[in-house]
């Protein structure tokens, strides 16, 4: 239930309104990718298919974003369409996404702010392309993504395609642990790593039934055991990028960035942009295919949920 205080500043796309009303199956997006994560024209149509997607699979998509001020609970097409093309888009955290509701300005939600817009809304799942978590060298840079805090607070089921391949994994993982936050590995054993199928890292926890998952969340919510789940879908092999090939990509990236003096929030936008070159477009390839792999099970595990 949305809180009172904050109803003035959402606007709940009719859809979207109809099918939590009637209890049917909605499936929140994430805007950043949008804004920061793909080139146009390829972000706007990455972001209409995932929504094409999600309405194949039974469910109604809610993207999510902040438009001049307005903390938007899915989008129509020309809004979506305007976001994709909008130069000066923020990229909004919890830190920030009342700011941007405050000035009126407009801005992209990552993984953090989207939990926090779809858990005010009472949308139960979320699909994204790959969480923000532990960044390599965050024993001295302390660069560590609230998407961690959320997940750990926010109750939310989170579908991705685990970590970042960019970040510290294994940290991302231990992190995640220590708050309490259950990751499990759908149909997997191992971590998937983004653009790979595979990691050196194994899955803590296995599922391998959307309705399985349904089943987890409401055991959790019986026990009353709060925040989120974080469900790690590997990328289809036809697609990937195998870790051992993406791991010398994203080394000689890493050190561009710091060649360059990038840091805190352009980091992540800089090394996807950097990728994106050295793999000469397959990156973009394999990242379109693993967040629409990511829709399809998030509105699967809506539809189990209702």
Known sequence: ???????????????????????????????????????????????????????????VPATIAVIEGRLKIGLSDGEREALAKEAGALKLSRADLAYAIAERRTGGTTVAATMIAAALSGIEVFATGGIGGVHKGAETSFDVSADLDELARTPVIVVSAGAKAILDI?????????????????????MPAFWSSRSRFRAPLRLDSPQAIARFQSARRDLGIGGGMLIANPVAADVEIPEAEMAGFIATAQADAAAKGVSGKEVTPYLLGRILE?????????????????????????????
């Open 1 to 59: 239930m949305t809180p009172e205080s904050a109803r003035p500043h959402l606007d709940i796309f009719e859809p979207v309104v109809a099918a939590l009303r009637d209890r049917r199956p909605v499936v929140a997006l994430e805007s950043t990718i949008i804004t920061h994560g793909m080139p146009y024209p390829q972000n706007a149509a990455m972001a209409a298919r995932v929504e094409e997607i999600v309405r194949e699979e039974g469910a």
């Open 170 to 190: 294994e940290k991302t993982l231990e992190v995640l642990e220590t708050k309490g936050v259950p990751v499990v590995g759908y149909g997997t054993d191992v």
């Open 278 to 306: 050295l793999t000469a477009g397959r990156s973009l390839v394999t990242n379109i295919a693993l967040v629409e792999n990511n829709a399809r099970l998030a509105a699967r595990i809506a539809a189990a949920l209702t």
